[in-house]
C-alpha cells in the first residue's frame, strides 16, 4: 500500500511480481498472514471501524440507557438515522460516485487525508455525544431524540465514508494477503463488547473516540491507493463515455448479491428486535459479556473452519460463507419462539448469524470487485448501502409486530414469525443468489493475484490460436460476464458476440462456461 512491505517493496509497484503463496509460510502453504506494517493496519483500522458502528447500533453497545431496556430513548433513533443515512450516501455513491482532482499528487493526498480526518473527528464526535446523551436522558423526551436523531444523521455520514474507503482499500488486495486478515479483524471486532457494560459512561466514551480516530490513523496510510483508484475510475469513466457507453454496463450478478444480502440483513435485524420486543423477560445485564464471548468464540470457530477447508482443499470457496451465514441464520430465526422463555440461547444465535452475515458480505464484495471488474466504490455502495436501509426496515417491522400484537399474544406469534424469517432466508438463498452463480464470484480458480488471470486467459489465447477479439471475449467470459456485458463493453452486436464466443468454444474444445472455467484450473494445476 502507500507504505512498503516486509521485503522492502511499494504495494503500489505494478512491475512487481506477486510471491507465490505456497511459499509464503513454507512450500506447504496456501493460506496464510504475514504480520507485515501494511496487513498490520488494515487488520487493526478495519476491525477498530466495524467495533464502532456495531457497538453504536446493538442493544447492549455504548448507547444503552437506563430509561428503556434495549437503550430505545438514544440508540433508537440514532440507530435508525445512521443506517437511513448511510445507506442512501451509499447507494448514490454506486449510482454516480465520485471523481478525484487529478491536479498535484500531494494537494491530492492531503485533501483525502483531511477529509478522512474529518469524518473520523466527527465520527468520535457524534458517538461520544450519543454516549453522553444516553448517561443523561432521563425521559423519553422530545428533545432527547431529536437530539439521538442529529447524531445519528452525523454518524451516518462518518460510516458511508469509512465503508466507501476501507472497501477500496481491501479490493487492492489479492486474496491470499485479505482472506486471512478480514476473518481476523471481523472476529476482533467483538472483543471491546465484552468488556463494555464494566467501563461505564467515561470508558464508553473513549471508545467512541478513540475508535475512529485509531481506523483513521491506520486508513491515512493506504491514502495513495485510494487515490489510484479513484484515478484509474476516472479515466476508465472518460474512455467509455468517450466511446458512448457505459463503465460497467448492466451488472445482475452484483445486484442479486446485494439482494440477497439486503434479506440476510433485514432478517437478522427483525430476529434481532423481535427477541427484544416480544420476549418474556429481559436479558439480564450481567449475562452481556457472556453473549458477547459466546458470539467471539463461534464466529471464531466458523471462520476457522472455512479457512480450514480452503487450505486441505487449497482453494478459495466464497460459497462457504455463504452456506455458515444461511445456516446460522435459520438456525437463529427457528431460535426465535425460544426468546420468550429462553432469550439467551435465541439472542446469542442470532449474533453468531449477524457476526458471518456481515463476513459473507465484505467476501462477496471482494469477490465482486475481483472477479467480475466492476468499480469497487459500485460493489461497496450497492451492497452495503443495502445492508444498512435493510437494518432500520427490519427494526421497524419488528417494532409494527410489537404494535400490533398485545403482550399476551406475543409467545404464540413467535414460531410464526421465526417461520416467516426462515422463509425469507430461504427464498433469498434458492431463488435470488443461488449457490451456483457464486461460481462467477469464487476465485477459485486463482491462485496468485489479480493479474494471475489475465496472465493465464493471454496463455489459453496463445495457445489455442484465439484471435484477438475472442481474446479479449474469452477473458470477460472467464471472469463471469455475460453476453449482455460483453456486448455493451466492447461495443458490439450480440450475434456478434455469440459468433466470437461460438468460435472460441470450437477451438477450445469446449462447450460451456463451466468447462471454460475448469480448462483455466487445469491450466493454472
Not at 502453504?29 to 457497538?55: E, H, K, Q, Y
Not at 442529529?150 to 488486495?173: K, N
Not at 469464487?442 to 486467459?457: F, N
Amino acid at each position: 500500500m502507500a507504505g512498503n512491505d516486509g521485503e522492502g517493496r511499494s504495494r503500489g509497484d505494478a512491475t512487481a511480481k506477486p510471491e507465490d503463496p505456497r511459499t509464503a509460510k513454507g512450500p506447504d502453504a496456501f493460506l496464510s498472514l504475514r504480520p507485515d506494517g501494511a496487513r498490520t493496519r488494515l487488520l487493526v483500522g478495519f476491525a477498530s471501524f466495524v467495533a464502532w458502528v456495531n457497538l453504536l447500533i446493538c442493544f447492549e453497545g455504548l448507547l444503552r440507557d437506563t430509561v428503556a431496556y434495549g437503550g430505545g430513548v438514544v440508540r433508537d433513533p440514532f440507530f435508525v438515522a445512521a443506517m437511513l443515512v448511510a445507506g442512501v450516501a451509499l447507494a448514490v455513491s454506486a449510482l454516480g460516485g465520485f471523481r478525484m482532482a487529478a491536479a498535484g499528487r500531494v494537494p491530492v493526498r492531503r485533501r483525502l487525508v483531511r477529509s478522512l480526518a474529518l469524518a473520523s473527528a466527527l465520527g468520535g464526535a457524534s458517538g461520544a455525544g450519543g454516549v453522553l446523551l444516553a448517561t443523561f436522558a432521563v425521559s423519553n423526551a422530545t428533545v432527547v431524540w431529536a437530539t439521538a436523531t442529529v447524531l445519528g444523521c452525523v454518524a451516518g455520514l462518518f460510516i458511508a465514508a469509512y465503508t466507501l474507503a476501507w472497501g477500496s482499500v481491501i479490493a487492492t488486495f489479492d486474496m491470499r494477503e485479505i482472506l486471512v486478515a478480514l476473518c481476523i479483524a471481523l472476529c476482533l471486532q467483538w472483543v471491546p463488547f465484552v468488556g463494555v457494560v464494566l467501563v461505564g459512561a467515561a470508558g464508553k466514551a473513549v471508545l467512541a473516540v478513540g475508535l475512529p480516530l485509531l481506523s483513521w490513523w491506520c486508513l491515512s496510510s493506504f491514502s495513495d491507493d485510494l487515490i489510484r483508484a479513484s484515478a484509474t475510475l476516472a479515466e476508465r469513466r472518460g474512455r467509455c463515455s468517450a466511446g458512448g457507453g457505459r463503465v460497467a454496463g448492466r451488472d445482475f450478478v452484483t445486484g442479486r448479491m446485494a439482494a440477497a444480502l439486503f434479506c440476510f440483513a433485514f432478517v437478522v435485524q427483525f430476529v434481532w428486535t423481535c427477541n427484544i420486543v416480544m420476549g418474556g423477560e429481559p436479558l439480564p445485564e450481567g449475562l452481556f459479556w457472556l453473549v458477547y464471548i459466546c458470539v467471539l468464540a463461534v464466529s471464531t470457530l466458523a471462520m476457522a473452519i472455512i479457512l480450514g477447508l480452503m487450505e486441505r482443499w487449497r482453494s478459495y470457496r466464497m460459497e462457504l460463507f455463504y452456506r455458515m451465514a444461511f445456516a446460522f441464520g435459520v438456525l437463529g430465526s427457528v431460535a426465535l419462539p425460544l426468546a420468550y422463555n429462553h432469550l439467551f440461547f435465541s439472542y446469542a444465535v442470532i449474533y453468531v448469524a449477524y457476526a458471518l452475515i456481515s463476513a459473507t458480505m465484505w467476501m462477496l464484495a471482494w469477490s465482486a470487485v475481483f472477479m467480475r471488474k466492476v468499480p469497487p466504490r459500485r460493489v461497496i455502495g450497492c451492497v452495503f448501502g443495502l445492508q444498512y436501509l435493510a437494518l432500520p426496515c427490519g427494526f421497524a417491522a419488528a417494532k409494527l409486530m410489537q404494535w400490533w400484537a398485545s403482550p399476551q399474544a406475543s409467545s404464540e406469534l413467535l414460531p410464526y414469525v421465526g417461520f416467516a424469517a426462515v422463509a425469507m432466508l430461504v427464498i433469498a438463498y434458492v431463488l435470488v443468489l443461488p449457490e451456483r452463480t457464486l461460481l462467477l464470484l469464487s476465485p477459485r480458480l486463482l491462485k496468485l493475484s489479480h493479474e494471475s488471470l489475465d496472465e493465464r486467459c493471454r496463455d489459453v489465447a496463445r495457445t489455442f490460436g484465439l484471435t484477438e477479439r475472442e481474446g479479449e471475449i474469452f477473458a470477460l467470459l472467464a471472469r463471469g460476464r455475460d453476453v449482455g456485458y460483453i456486448e455493451q463493453e466492447l461495443f458490439i452486436s450480440r450475434n456478434t458476440v455469440n459468433t466470437h464466443r461460438k468460435n472460441l468454444y470450437r477451438k477450445l474444445g469446449i462447450h460451456t462456461q463451466q468447462e471454460l472455467l475448469s480448462l483455466i484450473e487445469d491450466e493454472l494445476s
